[in-house]
């Protein structure tokens, strides 16, 4: 007796199936070919016509301008995350001066442009900061920076549009799952931290997906106050030696290579928990 | 012969939605081992009572006491009453396992989850016990083999039998199931009622209200009629069913044949 039986689809699905990944085979297909070297020789220009002589020299600056970049989007996607879920709770089921604290918040910031939020920051309360108190105590070291200025912006921004993702998500849960969470006696805070919550993230996930992109391409805006990361130091390189397109190329790639991976980060995530009809 | 001890008491309840009073003085008391189907019309009252039971609806007045034990109530400030300790309310609601008419599993865990979730949170129990319970329950209602399976995977009727394994899993001391096979298709009602007819056989006390009258004469020892708001009539399934003294209760029952 053979075992036929296909994969329990109730424990195997996933967003991606064998079935969509192209085989081998598939690639020589004649239009594929064509494909294939139409963007060989672009490859190839690009190499051979275009001045690529500047990247060891500047290699290291990249590397930390990544690095710097990368901080700045995990750093604050988590921090505004965590600000997030406040601000989306309360606009469902808090007191009435705290849902309207949140709306308030949310509404500002989301009605205005973030690099006037970072500006505002870094040379409104930059300015205001050294005239203060603040001079003398431990954060004077810290707040002399431009980065913890661009953190705080985009903190904020985050917190504030994913605020309203959170509050639709919290809103969207089923009223039906968490009535049954309270029939069998949890309290509170257990609906929230088992049921709630984790049931929210879990319907937010594709936007946050999105959201975290868009954030990572907000990044490069700190460079307008002063922090290097990966987009000032591609500005630096085209300062430095008068290439304009070389460097922004680059730029590109990076940028979508750090996309690529977040997406397929998210996507795992979302896949831990397999969704009907996806 | 001992009477049995006293698993629920509902006394003089009253409901009121606005306006409406769904609710106009029930009254009822259910011993260790009574299975009470509750039965009647659409708007009648029998869901909102259930819901009472563990305060999931607060009534407006009127009193439940669970294993002996009253649920302390105070004034709302509305006209209404609510539960003066919140603890004790949820100790209480863990001595009955409430099975839904929508299932209501937790969607982002798997049955398994599903089930040992509140044993493990709310009893405190290990997480191995837990398990063992858990799969022991799942095997029972026959879906071990989908206790790592997510609820979206599931046939409505697979559904509510993991949702009777979830309510099964705190050993409540009644069950409570609202309306258990109204949301399933046709060709799904049995294996639900099926595993609720084991429960009643092994004479576990529950209260059921349902529109499965065939199914109420079969497995309980006492019919509850609601209509408008108050226990029309009520009586051993023979009575009510072969015998019926109201005429709500006749046209009732001719309306459903």
Redesign the interface.
């Known amino acids: 007796m053979t075992d036929t039986t296909p994969p329990?689809?109730?424990?195997h699905?996933m967003a991606f199936t064998p079935e969509d990944l192209p085989t081998a085979g598939s690639f020589f297909k004649p239009h594929r070919i064509v494909l294939l070297l139409i963007a060989a020789a672009l490859v190839f220009c690009i190499v051979w016509f275009m001045r690529w002589d500047w990247v060891p020299q500047y290699l290291p600056r990249l590397g930390y301008g990544i690095l710097v970049t990368l901080a700045m989007l995990f750093s604050t996607a988590i921090l505004g995350f965590i600000l997030a879920v406040p601000l989306g709770l309360v606009q469902v089921t808090g007191p009435w001066p705290l849902k309207t604290l949140a709306k308030i918040f949310c509404t500002v910031i989301r009605g205005t442009p973030l690099l006037l939020q970072l500006w505002l920051l870094y040379y409104g309360l930059g300015s205001i900061f050294p005239q203060t108190g603040i001079k003398q105590t431990f954060l004077w070291p810290y707040l002399r920076e431009s980065w913890p200025y661009g953190v705080a912006a985009l903190t904020i921004s985050f917190a504030a549009y994913e605020g309203e993702v959170m509050r639709g998500a919290f809103a969207g849960v089923?009223a039906?799952?968490i009535?049954?969470?309270?029939?069998?006696?949890?309290?509170r805070w257990?609906v929230f931290r088992?049921?709630w919550l984790?049931?929210a993230i879990?319907r937010a996930l594709p936007t946050l997906n999105g959201e975290t992109v868009l954030q990572l391409k907000a990044t490069p805006l700190v460079a307008t106050i002063t922090v290097i990361d990966v987009y000032s130091v591609i500005s630096k390189v085209r300062q430095d030696t008068y290439i304009t397109y070389e460097p922004l190329l680059l730029l590109a790639l990076i940028y979508m290579c750090l996309t690529g991976i977040l997406v397929i980060a998210f996507r795992y995530l979302e896949n831990r928990?397999?969704?009907?009809g996806a | 012969m001992t009477t049995p001890a006293q698993a629920i008491a509902v006394t003089n309840l009253h409901k009121r939605f606005g306006p409406l009073e769904v609710l106009k003085g029930v009254s009822l008391t259910a011993n260790e081992g009574d299975v009470i189907a509750i039965i009647g019309g659409s708007g009648s009252g029998k869901s909102t009572f259930l819901r009472c039971i563990n305060m999931l609806e607060l009534p407006t007045s009127g009193s439940v006491t669970v294993h002996g034990e009253t649920i302390a109530m105070k004034k709302d400030g509305h006209g209404g009453l609510m539960p003066s300790d919140r603890k004790q309310v949820q100790r209480l609601r863990t001595q009955l396992g409430m099975v839904f008419q929508s299932f209501n599993l937790w969607q982002h865990m798997t049955i398994l989850q599903n089930v040992i979730e509140v044993p493990i949170h709310v009893l405190g129990k290990s997480k191995d016990e837990a398990i063992a319970t858990g799969e022991a329950l799942l095997r029972r209602v026959g879906l071990f083999e989908k206790r790592d399976a997510y609820p979206a995977f599931l046939s409505g009727g697979q559904q509510q039998r993991a949702a009777i394994a979830r309510a099964l899993a705190i050993q409540p001391l009644v069950m409570l199931f609202d309306e258990p096979t109204s949301a399933l298709d046709p060709q799904l009602v049995g294996e639900v009622l099926t595993v609720i007819g084991d429960l009643a056989r092994e004479k576990r006390t529950m209260i059921l209200v349902t529109h499965e009258m065939k199914f109420a004469r079969n497995v309980a020892n006492h019919i509850v009629f609601l209509a408008d708001g108050v226990i029309d009539e009520q009586g051993s399934p023979d009575e009510i069913f072969g015998n019926p003294r109201s005429e709500r209760l006749k046209k009732f029952i001719s309306s459903i044949h």
């Open positions: 329990d689809v109730t424990t699905a089923p039906g799952e009535e049954a969470a309270r029939a069998y006696g949890m309290n257990t088992r049921i984790p049931r879990h928990i397999p969704t009907r």
